[in-house]
């Protein structure tokens, strides 16, 4: 199970960075990423963070977003920078594996001035 926080409103341009925090390490097990479910529409892939470091990103947030963990804290972290109002949604973390762990509460990403 997965925790997520950091989210909030913000204006365009603002920044906001997300923690996820899943219920035992499984960073060096299992490649992870962080998902945005936008209002009305299905849950997208938004980054990546493989079990070697090795991140990547969609095409929408590449050059904005940062994916990183620490692994001491148990944390996988999203830097959301230059925020736009297409940003807006709910982010979650996961495995990317199939089947998914269960899905946390998310945490909600709101870009509006």
């Known amino acids: 199970q997965f925790k997520e926080s950091g989210g909030g409103l913000v204006q365009p341009g603002g920044s906001l960075r997300l923690a996820c925090v899943p219920s035992v390490n499984i960073f060096s097990t299992y490649d992870m990423g962080w998902y945005c479910q936008a209002p009305g529409k299905q849950r997208e892939l938004v980054a990546t963070l493989s079990t070697s470091g090795f991140p990547g990103y969609s095409e929408a947030v590449k050059g904005r977003f940062t994916i990183s963990r620490d692994n001491d804290k148990r944390t996988m972290y999203l830097q959301m920078n230059n925020l736009k109002p297409d940003d807006t949604g709910v982010y979650y973390c996961?495995?990317?594996?199939?089947?998914?762990?269960?899905w946390g509460q998310g945490t909600q990403v709101t870009i509006s001035s």
């Open positions: 996961n495995i990317l594996q199939r089947p998914r762990g269960s």
